[in-house]
């Protein structure tokens, strides 16, 4: 078994020393007889590179992803597909949004040794374009401010949380608004909409929870649909959205459960992947269910049994 760990330098925004992530992987790997590589990426989807060529010289490869978000999205992109490849993530990003839908488990993916001791299982993926999206991909006004925010929060005094809400009113005074066709498990949509987010995990822009019951290996994409809203509906909506509230809106946000999307519009859009860029005048967003191998650290529940504990809870 051969182990990989990428590290990105400069998650959390900025570059940053991660000789204590650099030592925790010595410490752990010490005396296992495996081989192991640390692999510093240089730039992006170097890491989805990396992890495919690695994955194609065949035998048993296990992936750590070592920072954000992105970085884990561009690990699964490399490792879709290759059955002998499984990745996972150990967060040192900002959000680590992927993780939080383990709930009290997601302070396991910070234990080095229990991701190392950990067993792999089939998780579903999103195809974007040809683009893995491993979390959540989103179109509308929640897309433009995501991609967005990383212009203002490397301003000097703003910083990472005032980027976002810079870039929540610039792009709320733009327009909150668009024109989409979108094709949905066969029907046909056609109108101005605010956004459309397809989940397969339950968090994303550094907290938000559209839906509390997406499970990432059920073969399940659970979407969102949110109608054309005024400036004034948005910031009564926008709580309870981010809180997964959207069955109290059913007149505004239409739900459907399936495995596929379309998107399209006559001029360029905005497509966030996993926080990450895309732009297109047609997103077709699939769901590939068990399309990448994932890492559970030891000890570690399936979300299932956790949004089932949940919902007994409520």
């Known amino acids: 078994m051969r182990h990989l760990f990428i590290v990105n330098p400069i998650a959390g925004g900025r570059k940053s020393d991660k000789s204590a992530v650099r030592a925790k992987i010595e410490e752990v790997m010490a005396g296992r007889g495996e081989e192991h590589e640390l692999y510093e990426t240089v730039g992006v989807m170097d ?102 925010v990383h212009k203002y929060s490397k301003l000097p005094v703003i910083g990472g949380a005032g980027g976002y809400v810079i870039s929540l009113i610039v792009n709320v005074v733009k327009g909150i608004n668009r024109h989409f066709r979108i094709t949905v498990e066969g029907e046909e949509l ?47 909506l926008i709580k309870d959205y981010a809180s997964g509230q959207y069955a109290r809106y059913p007149e505004l946000i239409k739900y459907v459960a399936g495995r596929k999307i379309k998107i399209e519009d006559t001029e360029e859009f905005s497509v966030s992947i996993d926080g990450e860029a895309m732009f297109t005048k047609c997103a077709n967003i699939r769901l590939i269910p068990g399309g990448v191998n994932f890492i559970y650290p030891r000890g570690c529940r399936k979300v299932d049994e956790i949004v089932g504990l949940t919902a007994a809870k409520a």
């Not at 010289?57 to 920072?67: E, F, I, P, S």
């Not at 302070?107 to 080095?112: E, Q, T």
């Not at 195809?127 to 006004?141: E, M, Q, T, Y």
């Open 190 to 236: 056609d109108g101005k909409f605010a956004l459309i987010s397809a989940c397969n995990g339950q968090y994303y822009g550094g907290g938000f929870n559209p839906t509390k019951i997406a499970v990432p290996d059920d073969g399940v994409l659970d979407m969102l649909i949110v109608n054309k809203v005024s400036r004034f509906t948005l910031a009564r």
């Open 47 to 148: 890491a989805a590179e990396k992890v495919k060529r690695e994955a194609m010289k065949g035998g048993g490869l296990r992936v750590y992803a070592c920072g954000g978000d992105g970085t884990l999205s561009e690990c699964a992109h490399g490792a879709a597909g290759f059955s002998n490849c499984a990745v996972t993530h150990y967060p040192c990003g900002t959000g680590n949004d992927f993780v939080r839908m383990f709930g009290p488990d997601a302070k396991l993916f910070s234990d080095m040794e229990a991701l190392v001791d950990g067993a792999a299982a089939p998780m579903d993926i999103m195809d974007v374009n040809g683009r893995k999206c491993l979390n959540i991909a989103s179109v509308g006004i929640d897309a433009r401010v995501g991609i967005d």
